[in-house]
């Protein structure tokens, strides 16, 4: 445990001394290693991923229903799965890329894993003979039943969509955290550089986005799904390009072998010393601080001396860092789960609110008509404008107030987005009563610009609650856990996706009458309540905002630990039952 970083319950780095080293494994240098220029290529992989993905995710629904025939609300449970399976496969990547592969090594690997999806699902996409029969799945006059994929054309597609999402979801932590290790934690300025660089993060996320929203998706409404396929394959080349051309430049932090096990052994040991009695009095543990919650899992740290003076096995005796890294894990969950009906949300806008797009009236004028999916590039085109700035002006002045290197500290930051994101939800739940009610009160179809405010407002939102969250847990600094730590954020998006699936089959049960198959049973919008489930989302989002305060403050409340004075604490920095007075427990 020596010579690597300590953390307090809050992240804040005592110690930077872990080593990072080049490409070819010798120490780096920090005048030709790392810093922006290094994290600028790593940063040109994630707008180009980040293109490819959204432009197959975002208007994927679109292509299930139309070329797939799935059914509306099964159509959005494959899109929801799909995206959620990429986010809690960011736990593999990192957890890989942490034990035993490195984050470059992780991102190459699987990028190429992605590419090969998006590959498979062009050619899919492209030949007849892997879909079924042309079919109107639109049409209403009920003559006319359309063939579902089923066998081999469904497995051909899964597979493909499987691969997408297992090399998505192991590449997106890593980029993150690769960026982030370009800067050294211990350094002010380099702690103001690595802000910066989350807010970059998120401009290069916005630009991906809005590229794919609107230029690649008119592509696949125009061109066809296996052009748009085969443009996000190129997309993903290209950001694989970028990654490789800043080899020379990276500083790498090495794989610490696996990170599940130190964990484990805590538990272990405190599990098997059950019996032994935690110290009250801080101040007899020679000098060493400890945080006051979880208090059972001090007792993995009690050294018990026997009269051979035998050396215990780590698996029940643990460190006082090891301990604290635990319990740094375990803190920083309840913040974790409180993002997960915002994930929810952003589900809806990119399943429902397509299709309520779509049947709205998309014609822009007589020879142009907006494709429904590219909706959801309105709030990445005042992103881009706004992220800058934000970053320029905002934070400098913010800083000189709170203190704050980020300018907002990121508990509040992510407060702030979890209670604007409701009224994302207010807006869609009032719009889609206003087009439902036009629709079958005079027929009339409203422009589709009515439902602009609820993506708007939802990444206005996002800008917060996502650049917090990351930052917020990448700072938690736990040894060798930066990329895991990253994975966990978006294991918030992998939840938030399948709760979606979760809610939108629920409802439909429980609202099924004699009359009615549910409020989302239709394929038809114009049968179907979209506004009430809008209106349950609203409901769950602000009262997940209540509960996001209490365990914030539940988590702010907790002291502040100082570095550990490892001169007191002693070469294994563990506590002696021999000093601080206990006893086993017969």
């Known amino acids: 445990m020596e010579g690597r970083k300590q953390s307090n319950y809050f992240g804040d780095v005592c110690d930077d001394q872990e080593t990072s080293v080049d490409w070819r494994g010798k120490a780096s240098n920090p005048h030709k290693h790392g810093g922006m220029r290094a994290a600028s290529f790593v940063l040109g992989l994630q707008a180009f991923e980040i293109m490819g993905i959204a432009a197959v995710g975002n208007n994927l629904i679109t292509y299930v229903i139309n070329e797939m025939h799935y059914s509306l609300s099964k159509s959005a449970n494959i899109v929801t799965n799909f995206v959620g399976t990429i986010f809690i496969l960011a736990l593999l990547g990192g957890y890989l890329s942490d034990s035993y592969l490195g984050s470059f090594w992780t991102m190459l690997i699987f990028g190429f894993v992605e590419l090969s999806g998006f590959i498979l699902l062009s050619v899919q996409a492209h030949l007849p003979q892997l879909k079924p029969p042309q079919c109107n799945m639109l049409a209403t006059n009920g003559d006319q039943i359309c063939e579902e994929a089923k066998g081999f054309k469904a497995l051909i597609f899964f597979v493909a969509l499987y691969l997408v999402a297992l090399g998505s979801g192991c590449v997106k932590p890593n980029m993150i955290a690769h960026g982030a290790d370009q800067f050294k934690q211990n350094d002010p300025k380099q702690t103001k550089k690595l802000s910066t660089y989350f807010n970059a993060a998120y401009f290069a996320f916005s630009v991906g986005e809005l590229i ?97 003076n035998s050396k215990e096995s780590p698996w029940r005796l643990c460190t006082v860092t090891q301990v604290e890294q635990v319990k740094i894990l375990i803190s920083v969950i309840p913040i974790f789960a409180c993002t997960i009906v915002f994930n929810t949300i952003l589900a809806q806008l990119q399943t429902f609110s397509v299709q309520q797009g779509s049947a709205m009236n998309t014609e822009l004028t007589k020879s142009f008509h907006i494709p429904p999916a590219s909706l959801q590039a309105i709030p990445y085109i005042l992103l881009v404008i706004v992220v800058p700035l934000y970053d320029k002006f905002f934070v400098p002045f913010a800083r000189k107030i709170t ?121 038809d919008l114009n049968k179907d309540r979209l506004d009430l489930f809008y209106w349950m989302l609203a409901v769950l989002s602000i009262l997940n905002f209540f509960n996001y305060l209490f365990w914030s403050r539940w988590y702010s409340k907790s002291s502040t630990v100082p570095c550990q004075d490892t001169s007191q604490v002693g070469v294994f920095g563990h506590y002696s039952s021999k000093q601080i007075g206990d006893a086993n427990i017969p």
Request: aromatic residues 12%; proline residues 2%.
């Open 212 to 308: 794919a929203l609107t230029l690649l998706v008119w592509v696949q409404t125009n061109s066809g799904m296996d052009v748009g396929f085969g443009i996000s394959a190129a997309a993903m080349g290209m950001g694989l390009i970028s990654l490789v051309s800043g080899t020379l430049y990276y500083r790498n932090k090495r794989p610490q072998g696996s990170i599940i096990t130190p964990i484990a052994q805590v538990f272990v040991a405190a599990i098997l010393k059950r019996k032994q009695i935690c110290p009250s009095n801080q101040e007899i543990l020679n000098g060493s601080q400890n945080t006051q919650r979880f208090r059972f899992l001090d007792k993995a740290c009690i050294k018990i001396e026997d009269l051979n």
């Open 403 to 523: 203190g704050e290197d980020s300018g907002i500290a990121p508990l509040t930051r992510i407060g702030i987005g979890l209670f604007v994101a409701t009224f994302s939800m207010v807006s869609a739940a009032i719009i889609e009563k206003i087009r439902r009610d036009n629709y079958v009160n005079s027929g009339k179809t409203i422009s589709i610009f009515w439902i602009a405010p609820q993506f708007l407002i939802f990444g206005l939102s996002e800008m917060f609650t996502a650049i917090g969250l990351i930052e917020f847990f990448y700072k938690q600094s736990l040894k060798g856990m930066q990329a895991f730590l990253t994975a966990m954020t978006y294991c918030s998006y992998a939840f938030g996706f399948y709760l979606s699936s979760v809610l939108v089959s629920l409802v439909n049960k429980i609202t099924a009458s004699s009359k009615s198959g549910g409020w989302l049973h239709e394929n």
